[in-house]
C-alpha cells in the first residue's frame, strides 16, 4: 500500500499530503516539496500512514528533500524580505488611492515571484498598482484578495478565551456560522461578545452546538413543570456542560438535579417527574419531600360564601316583587284595569287611555293604598302600568268632579 504524509505550508491554512518518495521523513520534520506553485518549504504535521489503493482518488506530489540548514538560512532571509516589501506596498496603495487594505506578502521558495495578499470590500482596479510593483522588485507579482476571516489567520491574535484565534490554530476550511447557534448556547447576542477579531461570528460557536443541541432534545424545557413527591417543581435553568437542571421546589427553594435522574411518564419523550431519591442526592432535607404545597392565598371570603351571599340576594329581590302585591303578565295587568273600573263605576277600554287621566300630583294616588311607596327595584314594565290605569280611584274621581264644575 502507498505511504503518505500530511505537510503544512507556510500560507495555506488545510494540510496537503504528499509521497514521501523515500525522504524517511517523520513528524515534525521540515520538508521541501513540489507544489504546482514550484518548490515550497513546509513542515511534517502527520506521520507516514499507508493508505489502501481504493482511496487514492488522486496522484501526490512526491517530498523532493528534508530541509538542511541552508533551506532554513533561506527561508528567515524571505521572511526579512517580506517584512520590508508591507511598507511599501501600503505606501503604493495610498498613490494611487485604492480602497484596499494590504495583508501579507509571501516570497515564493525558488524566488522570481511575489505573492501580495489584500482585503477588500468590492473588485479592484490594481492594474497601475502591480506595474508599479514589478517595477520596484523586479520580479513576477501575483495580487490575492482575501477575505476578513482569512486575514486573521494570516496575522494571528488573540481572542476573548485567551487563547490563539482558533482559525490560526485549527487548520481546514471555514465553516459557516450563523446566530441560531447564539441563541441554543444561551449566550447574549451583544455583537461585541460573540464576534471574533475578523468582525465575523466567532468560529467556537460551532464547536458545542452539536452538544446543546442534544442536550436539549432531552432536557425539560425551561419553564416546564416537574411532579415531586412535595408537588410541582418549576425549571427555571439548565446546565448543558454539567447536564443538570435547575428547579425551584414548591416551598421557594432551588435544587440541581441532574438529568439522567428524571423520569418520563407515559408517552412523553421528555422528563416530567423526578424521584425522591433523586431529590435526596441533590439535597433537599427530608422536611421538604413530606411537607405539603402551600395553599394559595384566599382574600378574605371564600367561593362558597359569595355564591351563598348572590344566591339570598336573588331570593329577597323575587320575595320583595311578590310582596307587592301586582300581578304580573298580560293577563294581570287586564285584571287590574277591570279592579280599577269596578271601583270608578266606568266600563274598562282595553288598550285606550283614560280621557280623563292625567298624572296627579301628589295626594293618594300616587301612593299605595297600604301606605307603601313602590319598590327601589320595580321594572319598567310597572312603570308602563300605572300610566295607562283607568280613571277611577280618589285622584281620579277628584279629577272628574272638577270637569263637572266647570261644564
Known amino acids: 500500500m502507498p505511504t503518505i504524509v500530511g505537510v503544512k505550508l507556510r500560507y495555506s491554512p488545510k494540510t496537503i499530503f504528499f509521497d514521501p518518495a523515500d525522504t524517511d521523513s517523520v513528524q515534525g520534520d521540515h ?17 507516514p500512514a ?36 508591507i511598507p511599501i506596498f501600503r505606501e503604493l496603495i495610498h498613490k494611487h488611492e485604492l480602497d484596499m487594505k494590504p495583508v501579507y506578502v509571501e516570497y515564493m521558495f525558488e524566488g522570481g515571484k511575489i505573492v501580495f495578499y489584500f482585503s477588500a470590500e468590492e473588485r479592484v482596479d490594481f492594474r497601475d498598482l502591480v506595474r508599479d510593483l514589478a517595477s520596484r522588485f523586479k520580479a513576477r507579482i501575483d495580487m490575492r484578495q482575501i477575505g476578513v476571516r482569512d486575514e486573521a489567520r494570516m496575522v494571528g491574535g488573540i481572542g476573548h478565551c485567551g487563547q490563539v484565534l482558533c482559525c490560526e490554530r485549527f487548520p481546514g476550511d471555514f ?96 422528563p416530567c417527574m423526578v424521584g425522591q431519591e433523586a431529590l435526596e442526592a441533590a439535597g433537599a432535607p427530608p422536611v421538604i419531600l413530606d411537607e405539603a404545597p402551600p395553599a394559595a ?37 287586564k285584571q287590574a284595569q277591570g279592579d280599577k273600573a269596578r271601583q270608578g263605576g266606568q266600563k274598562p277600554k282595553g288598550g285606550q287611555k283614560p280621557k280623563g287621566g292625567q298624572k296627579p300630583k301628589g295626594g293618594e294616588s300616587g ?11 320595580s321594572s319598567s314594565s310597572h312603570r308602563r302600568r300605572r300610566r295607562r290605569r283607568p280613571s277611577g280611584g280618589s285622584g281620579n274621581s277628584q279629577g272628574s268632579q272638577g270637569s263637572q264644575d266647570k261644564s
Not at 53 to 81: F, M, P, Q, T
Open 297 to 333: 392565598p384566599t382574600s378574605g371570603r371564600s367561593e362558597k360564601s359569595d355564591k351563598s351571599e348572590k344566591s339570598e340576594s336573588k331570593r329577597r329581590k323575587r320575595s320583595r316583587r311578590s310582596s307587592s302585591g301586582k300581578p304580573k303578565g298580560e293577563k294581570g295587568q
Open 50 to 85: 499507508e493508505v489502501p489503493k481504493a482511496k487514492l482518488n488522486v496522484v501526490y506530489k512526491s517530498v523532493v528533500r528534508i530541509a538542511d540548514s541552508s533551506d532554513v538560512e533561506h527561508v528567515k532571509e524571505l521572511e526579512s524580505l517580506e517584512k520590508d516589501a
Open 367 to 377: 301612593k299605595k293604598k297600604d301606605g307603601q311607596q313602590k319598590p327601589k327595584g
Open 175 to 270: 465553516q459557516p456560522v450563523s446566530i441560531r447557534m447564539a441563541k441554543e448556547q444561551d449566550l447574549p447576542l451583544n455583537p461585541l461578545k460573540i464576534s471574533g477579531l475578523c468582525g465575523r461570528l466567532m468560529c467556537c460557536l460551532r464547536y458545542e452546538f452539536d452538544a446543546y443541541k442534544e442536550f436539549k432534545s432531552r432536557a425539560p424545557k425551561r419553564g416546564a413543570m416537574i411532579e415531586t413527591p412535595s408537588g410541582e417543581a418549576k425549571v427555571v435553568e439548565l446546565n448543558t456542560p454539567r447536564e443538570t437542571a435547575k428547579l425551584r421546589m414548591p416551598d421557594g427553594k432551588s435544587l440541581k438535579v441532574p438529568v439522567s435522574c428524571m423520569e418520563c411518564k407515559g408517552d412523553s419523550k421528555r
Open 31 to 47: 520538508v521541501v516539496v513540489e507544489t504546482e506553485r514550484g518548490q515550497e518549504y513546509g513542515e511534517v504535521v502527520e506521520a
